[in-house]
């Protein structure tokens, strides 16, 4: 399995992230929503899932050079840019695809525990859904892709990561993923690629 990438959370950025997971559980319990895959029943669980999750993300971002939006109810839009960020424990790493996660986005398995995480590496989601990859681990009724780690792309082969230390490169980045030259402007002065418009990163219509 190729090496890893090792990224290490300030204290501040845990304190941060686990913020926007506090939200998104909050927001779960109070529209009364279902865990999803019969997973995390305890609420106990359920706390660490989200938290850990949410920097999990963070982390990622930071090592692609991304911004994080820290995403709330945004359910299957991808997490970090147009990256899909899933967390496993390292006892465990493989990289959780399922039925209706899109066959052409990018899935990122990252590993570890808050402050430090890994990211182990990505694959694409048609790729991921190999028959010998499905199962439904303690046949809660909701089969899935469990990827493993070896199967998985190098994550300095990503697109984001291997773009991220040409940044410094361009005269004017995206202020949403970074990569592509900023074109257009938002009302608070930050710029925006074509595909990231402005007008839709606050929530207006073209």
């Known amino acids: 399995m190729p090496a890893g990438a090792p990224i290490k959370l300030t204290w501040y950025e845990v304190r941060y992230a686990s913020m926007v997971g506090l939200w998104r559980q909050v927001a779960a319990w109070e529209e009364n929503r279902k865990e999803r ?30 911004y994080w939006d820290a995403s709330v109810n ?3 839009a991808p997490d970090v840019g147009l990256i899909q960020v899933r967390l ?3 006892r465990d790493p493989r990289l959780i695809i399922r039925d209706k996660d899109d066959d052409h986005e990018a899935f990122v398995l ?25 199962s439904d681990p303690g046949g809660r009724g909701a089969p899935a892709y469990f990827v493993p780690a070896t199967a998985l792309r190098s994550i300095y ?9 040409e940044t410094d490169a361009l005269d004017d980045p995206c202020a949403m993923c970074r990569v592509r ?3 257009m402007s938002a009302p608070n002065g930050r710029r925006f690629c074509a595909e990231h418009n402005p007008m839709l990163a606050y929530g207006e219509s073209k």
């Open 110 to 134: 990252m590993t570890g525990v808050a402050p430090s995480f890994v990211a182990q590496g990505w694959i694409m989601g048609a790729e991921g859904k190999k028959a010998e990859w499905r």
């Open 181 to 183: 030259p900023a074109t």
């Open 37 to 66: 895959f019969g997973a995390y029943e305890d609420a106990q669980n359920r706390w660490i899932s989200h938290l850990e999750g949410a920097c999990a993300e963070m982390a990622f971002a930071k090592l692609a050079g991304i």
């Open 157 to 165: 082969n990503l697109s984001v990561i291997d773009k991220a230390n």
């Open 74 to 76: 945004t359910f299957s």
């Open 88 to 90: 496993r424990a390292a």
